[in-house]
C-alpha cells in the first residue's frame, strides 16, 4: 500500500487550519471536476483532492492522519502501526462524499466500517439503487462500424457487515454503429444494488473518442486533411484517401485551391437512419526548389503564369 | 470449454431520443419538481407546452446529469449550474473549431 500525502494533494502545510483545508479543497475541487476540466488526468486528480479532504476536513480523522508524522513521503511504501487509532474517539460519518474510488490507503485506514463509515446502509428499508455515470473512450473505428467492448469500471460494494469495498466491475458492452461523441448507453439495472431487495440503479456510459492519427469526429462528421502537389490541383487527380471505411478513390478537381473541403457522402458515422459524412480538407504541398534545374522551372512558370495571390 | 460472453445491448441516448417528464425523472432520478426549476430556470428547454406534452432530448439528459454532479461536488446552486452549461458548451464549441 502506498502513502497517501493528502496534505501534499490539496497544497497545503500540515499546520493549515481547518478554514484553509475547506478553502484549498474548493477551488481545487472547481479547478479539476470532471465536467470542467476536459484534461486527462482531471478524473483521477479530483478523486484525490476529494479523498484527502474526506480526511483532512474531519478534525478526529485529520489528528489520526497526523500521527503517522511528516516524514512519509507521497508513494512510499506504507503500512499502518497496528493499533494505529487506538486512543481516537471517531464519532463522524461520511458527509456525502463519493467513496467510490478511493485509494487502498484510505480504505484501509479509513475505509472498513471505522468512523461509523457507511453504517446508514445496514438499515432496513428498501429502495432503488443508484444511477451509475460512466465514460468509456473508443476508437473512432470501433464507433464507425459498432463494435463490442469489453471495459472495467471500479464499483463499491458493502459487505454483509456494513464495509465498504471496492471491486472491478466488468461489463460487456455492445457499441452500436454510429455512435458520436457525448452521447450515453443507458444499461438497465447494472447501477449499483438496490437496498434491501429493491432494483438495481441503471448504469449510464458516456461516449467519448480516443484521438486518432488521420482523422478527427465532429458529430456524425468525420474531418481528415490530404496533401496534394501542385500540379495534382492544377490539372486534377484522383487520389487514395483513407477513412473509417478504408481507402477510397477520390476526384480532385482541377483547380483546386488549398483549404478546399471536399466531402465523401456517407462515410462518416452512419447510422440506419442518421448520416455522417467525410470532410476531406486540401493541403498542398509546394516542392522545394533545390537544384539549378528546379529552380529554374520555378522561374519558368512565373513567367508562363503571372500571378499576385494577394490581390483579390 | 469456453465460456460464452454475452454482450449487453444498452439503450442508446442518442440525438433521436425523446423522452417525457415521467421517462427522464426515471433515467436521472430526479423529481418532476425539480426538473420544474431546471426549466424555470432556462436550464432545459424541452418541446411541447404543458407538462403532459413535454419532450426532452438527450441534450438536455446530459445537461441535467452535469448539473446533478456540479450540485453535487461543487455545491453550484441552478442560476449558476445553468450558468456553467453554457459557457461549457461554448468553450466546446470553439475548442471544436480550434481543433480544425
Known sequence: ?312 | MRKEVIYLTGTLLDEELECSLADICRYCNISAALVQEMIDEGLLCPRGHDPKEWRFSALELRRIQVTLRLQRDLRVNLPGCALVLDLLEELEDLRRRRGR
Open chain 1, 1 to 312: 500500500m502506498e502513502f497517501k500525502d493528502y496534505y501534499e494533494t490539496l497544497g497545503i502545510k500540515r499546520d493549515a487550519s481547518q478554514d484553509q483545508v475547506k478553502q484549498a479543497y474548493r477551488r481545487l475541487a472547481r479547478k479539476f471536476h470532471p465536467d470542467v476540466n476536459k484534461s486527462a488526468g482531471a478524473e483521477a486528480k479530483f478523486k484525490d483532492i476529494g479523498e484527502a479532504y474526506e480526511v483532512l476536513k474531519d478534525p478526529e480523522k485529520r489528528a489520526a492522519y497526523d500521527k503517522f508524522g511528516a516524514n512519509w513521503k507521497e508513494g512510499q511504501e506504507f503500512k499502518p502501526p497496528p493499533n494505529w487509532d487506538a486512543g481516537f474517539e471517531f464519532s463522524g460519518g461520511f458527509t456525502g462524499a463519493d467513496q467510490q474510488g478511493f485509494s487502498d490507503f484510505f480504505e484501509e485506514l479509513f475505509g472498513r466500517g471505522r468512523f461509523g463509515a457507511a453504517g446508514r446502509r445496514t438499515s432496513s428499508f428498501r429502495m432503488q439503487g443508484e444511477n451509475q455515470h460512466a465514460k468509456i473512450v473508443i476508437r473512432l473505428e470501433d464507433a464507425y462500424l459498432g463494435s463490442t467492448q469489453t471495459i472495467t469500471l471500479t464499483r463499491a460494494t458493502v459487505d454483509e457487515s456494513g464495509h465498504v469495498r471496492t471491486q472491478p466491475h466488468t461489463l460487456h458492452v455492445t457499441i452500436p454503429k454510429g455512435i458520436t461523441a457525448g452521447q450515453h448507453i443507458r444499461l438497465e439495472g447494472q447501477g449499483s444494488p438496490g437496498i434491501g431487495g429493491g432494483p438495481n440503479g441503471d448504469l449510464y456510459l458516456e461516449i467519448a473518442f480516443a484521438d486518432h492519427p488521420l482523422f478527427h469526429a465532429e458529430g456524425r462528421d468525420i474531418h481528415s486533411v490530404v496533401a496534394l502537389t501542385p500540379w495534382e490541383a492544377a490539372l486534377g487527380a484522383t487520389v487514395t484517401v483513407p477513412t473509417l471505411g478504408g481507402n477510397v478513390e477520390m476526384k480532385i478537381p482541377a483547380g483546386t485551391q488549398g483549404g478546399k473541403v471536399l466531402r465523401l457522402k456517407g462515410r462518416g458515422l452512419s447510422t440506419a437512419s442518421k448520416r455522417g459524412d467525410h470532410y476531406v480538407t486540401i493541403r498542398i504541398i509546394v516542392p522545394e526548389a533545390k537544384t539549378e534545374e528546379q529552380k529554374k522551372l520555378y522561374r519558368e512558370m512565373a513567367r508562363i503564369m503571372p500571378v499576385n495571390p494577394r490581390t483579390s
